[in-house]
C-alpha cells in the first residue's frame, strides 16, 4: 500500500570495549520485519475491533521504537472496522512522527477496498489528532446534513 511504505533502514551504532585495547567499529545490521496477520490475532476472519486493535499497536509501537519495519496482513480477513485501524496504527501518530511511521510500516495482503477505507481511516483520524475542535464541528455539520 503505497499510504504506508515499509523501507528497510540500516540500523548503525559503535560498539566499544572498555579494555586497554578498546576498538570501536560501526555494526550495520538490517532488521527484518516484524509480519503482524490481523487473522492470527483475531483468531478468525471477521471484524477486528478495538481490543484487536490494541495488540497490534503494542506489537508495532515496540518494532517502531527499534526502527524496525512492519509489516501488517489483511490476508483472508473478511472485515475490518474502523476503530481497530484508529487503536491499531493511529494511535501511533500520537507518539510517533508521521514520517517514521509512512516510512516503517506497510499494510500487506489488503484489497484495494481495504486499501481505501484505511487510508481515509488513518487521514480523517490524523485530522482530528491535529484539530479535534475542527474535525468535531465538521461531523456534526455532515451528521446535521450540513454538509
Known amino acids: 500500500m503505497n499510504l504506508l511504505k515499509a523501507k528497510k533502514k540500516a540500523v548503525g551504532g559503535n560498539v566499544s570495549s572498555n579494555s586497554k585495547n578498546a576498538t570501536s567499529f560501526s555494526v550495520d545490521e538490517e532488521l527484518a520485519p516484524l509480519e503482524i496477520s490481523v487473522v492470527e490475532i483475531k483468531g478468525d476472519s471477521c471484524m477486528a475491533i478495538d481490543t484487536h486493535g490494541e495488540v497490534v499497536y503494542d506489537l508495532v509501537a515496540k518494532a517502531l521504537k527499534q526502527n ?14 474502523a476503530i481497530f485501524e484508529k487503536v491499531a496504527v493511529g ?43 475542527k474535525a468535531l464541528k465538521e461531523t456534526y455539520a455532515i451528521l446535521n446534513g450540513e454538509f
Request: proline share 4%.
Open 91 to 133: 494511535n501511533l501518530y500520537k507518539k510517533f512522527k508521521a514520517k517514521k511511521i509512512e516510512e516503517l510500516i506497510e499494510i500487506v495482503d489488503a484489497t484495494e477496498l481495504q486499501e481505501q477505507l484505511f487510508a481515509a481511516n488513518i487521514k480523517r483520524y490524523r485530522r482530528y489528532l491535529k484539530s479535534p475542535r
Open 68 to 81: 524496525r519495519p512492519v509489516k501488517i496482513s489483511y490476508k483472508d480477513v473478511d472485515d475490518v472496522s
